[in-house]
């Protein structure tokens, strides 16, 4: 997949220039997974805004099952595409950044899935079926999307809360989970853990732990995680740079290795546009709430982060 000619304008041209939505006109809740779920969903959340129209950017990430009990929108994606928004949707693994608006009152309740969990969930290739929000009966079948619009009927009525149809949202995952190849699944281990092990992991570290031959562990990455290791490597350099760099303070040791994992500042400044659709300088203000949240470090659970300073 080719993403050397990506976002690099999505700054400048998310939801056609106009302003983000402030940090102050938004609520997001963050609920556990049950434990029995952890290897499978990385956080649940429930978002509120009233506005009458929110514009935000949703960074590089993984899958998501989410309802959207109130807003109608669409997510602007690099090639000219838009995908419009379901009361039950499914996005699936981006591979950069993408911006979005919604027609509010937006309120979004889902789960972020990990990658075993988006494998075990969907069984579908990262790498042909990503960077998509799509209606979730049209590749999952009928049954979530009948929960999904029951949910938002009994939440507009009151009738549930948001932590009550994320719940419901779990049970029904549990419930079609379908069992991954236990040699993917350790290689999925493998590459999550190789993610975290630097901001610039060697790829032969990968090749050394892997039971498999190099074109092998190519394959496999790209079709569970959406983008071959090296350019999945730059993906999530740049998504722990960006969360790092949005803490009010870090560490020297952390401060080292942002500052040698990039040729330099121009460097950066690009490989953050296209993953994170944000600039460096722009990670701390609160313009972006949205994606400042869903770089908070319980979205990148998989690999390795400090913990956000409270």
Known sequence: MDIENGLLGVEAGAAGGASLTPQTLFKLDYI???TALSDYITTLYHFRCDEAVIRDIQPAAIGQLAIFPYGQGEMQFRDGRSDPSHETNLLTPFSVAAPFFVNGPFH???AVMSTLGWAALT??????HGNRLVR??????QEVEQLGARLCVAYRAGDMTGHDCVMALCDHIGRNLKPVNPRHAELIRQAGKWLGSSLNPRLSDLMEQAAYSERQV????ERYFGLAPQALARKY???RTAALLSFPTL????????SEAFFDQSHMIRELRLFVGRTPARLGDDESPYLSEMLDPRNLREIRMPDSPQ
Do not use: F
């Not at 560490?251 to 942002?258: C, D, F, Q, R, Y």
């Open 32 to 34: 556990a997974p049950p």
């Open 108 to 110: 979004a309740i889902g």
């Open 123 to 128: 069984g579908l290739d990262a790498s042909r």
């Open 136 to 141: 979730a009966g049209d590749w999952l079948g």
């Open 218 to 221: 190519q394959r496999l990455v």
């Open 237 to 239: 350099r740049a998504l």
């Open 251 to 258: 560490t020297p040791e952390w401060e080292a290795e942002v």
